[in-house]
């Protein structure tokens, strides 16, 4: 089984808590990107955003927008995952957490990159693992897609009610 520093995307774009949401917002748009790890001064992920956090914040607020800043908008219950995990160990996580990202961090909790439920399905489409991905029980692509999907519905649920 291959370990998540063998699936994850290296190259990340992160902020720092204080980088303004209009900067953010730019960068996601000109990477083609819909989250973001916010990290401290050691790399160490203090909190994410999603173009749907930013979405959100913009709609909610008073304050003016080129003044919103990430740790206006960072979701701070991250859940990361560790270099050397398995892959399935990401799945099962994404898939209890009803997140498709992870952040990847190391032992000292830096960021290292990012694994999605997208990459590891784009990583394994031709591997021998695959298979053992599609059939692995609970942990695999389906069950996870499933359980994010729920999250999903479940939320468009509540602002519907909300709506009326």
Same mark, same amino acid.
């Given at each position: 089984?291959?370990? $998540?520093?063998d699936i994850m995307t290296e190259s990340v774009l992160s902020c720092?808590?204080? +980088? *303004?949401?209009?900067? $953010?917002a730019n960068h996601m748009s000109k990477s083609n990107i819909g989250f973001v790890p916010v990290v401290d001064e050691q790399r160490r992920v203090i909190g994410i955003i999603t173009d749907r956090d930013v979405a959100l914040a913009v709609g909610r607020t008073s304050k003016p927008v080129e003044r /919103? *800043?990430?740790?206006?908008?960072?979701? $701070?219950? $991250?859940?990361?995952?560790? /270099? +050397? +995990?398995?892959v399935d160990k990401a799945l099962e996580l994404m898939r209890k957490k009803m997140v498709g990202r992870l952040p990847v961090v190391d032992s000292q909790e830096r960021l290292k990159g990012v694994i999605s439920l997208m990459g590891? *399905?784009?990583? /394994?489409?031709?591997?021998e693992e695959a298979r053992d991905m599609e059939t692995l029980g609970k942990e695999?692509?389906?069950? *996870? /897609?499933?359980?994010i999907a729920e999250r999903n519905h479940n939320r468009e649920s509540i602002e519907e009610f909300m709506d009326e």
């Open positions: 089984m291959k370990q $998540v520093k720092g808590r204080n +980088e *303004t949401i209009q900067s $953010v /919103l *800043t990430a740790a206006d908008v960072m979701n $701070v219950g $991250v859940h990361t995952i560790g /270099l +050397e +995990e398995r590891i *399905t784009r990583k /394994l489409k031709y591997s695999n692509i389906i069950n *996870t /897609l499933h359980a």
